[in-house]
């Protein structure tokens, strides 16, 4: 019997699912789909047409911020839903994205690059925890990190 696969959709429990959406576009590529039925034009914010959108369907304000996704513009990759929640971090998540900074690269050259994807990020709002060095062969070097709201991830 062929075991089918599955599509599936990465869910982020968020304090500011709008700004922790954003970091999250930035990092991996990604991009805000338009709200259902409305086309968004080409360089106009998707941001914007959400919070017209909202507007428009009666959302009060203070629940404008409950939800928020990006997609993979290609297709590819999983959806990515960040939904607000009461309460805040307190303990290491129990799953976390490793993002592929330095595909096919190894040594010091694919720490330099993961170093080099880890300025970037810092630079949109991550926070670097600790750099691990390659250890062949079961581990090739990664950099763990954490997102604006405290989750951690690897580049790797």
């Not at 360089?43 to 911020?65: H, I, K, M």
């Not at 709002?125 to 070097?141: C, Q």
């Amino acid at each position: 019997m062929a075991i089918e696969t599955r599509s599936f959709q990465v869910t982020f429990d968020a304090q500011d699912p709008r700004a922790l959406s954003t970091f999250w576009r930035d990092v991996l590529g990604y991009v805000h789909p338009g709200p259902p039925g409305v086309e968004v034009p080409e360089g106009a914010d998707p941001l914007d047409a959400w919070d017209s959108f909202l507007e428009q369907v009666g959302v009060p304000p203070e629940q404008r911020n409950n939800a928020s996704a990006i997609e993979d513009p290609t297709g590819a990759g999983p959806r990515v839903f960040f939904q607000r929640v009461p309460e805040s971090k307190t303990a290491k998540n129990r799953v976390h994205l490793d993002v592929r900074a330095a595909p096919g690269l190894q040594g010091e050259e694919r720490m330099a690059a993961l170093e080099a994807e880890c300025e970037r990020v810092v630079a949109l709002g991550a926070t670097r925890v600790r750099r691990v060095e390659p250890d062949p062969p079961m581990s090739h070097g990664f950099i763990v990190m954490q997102d604006p709201e405290g989750n951690e991830w690897c580049l790797d």
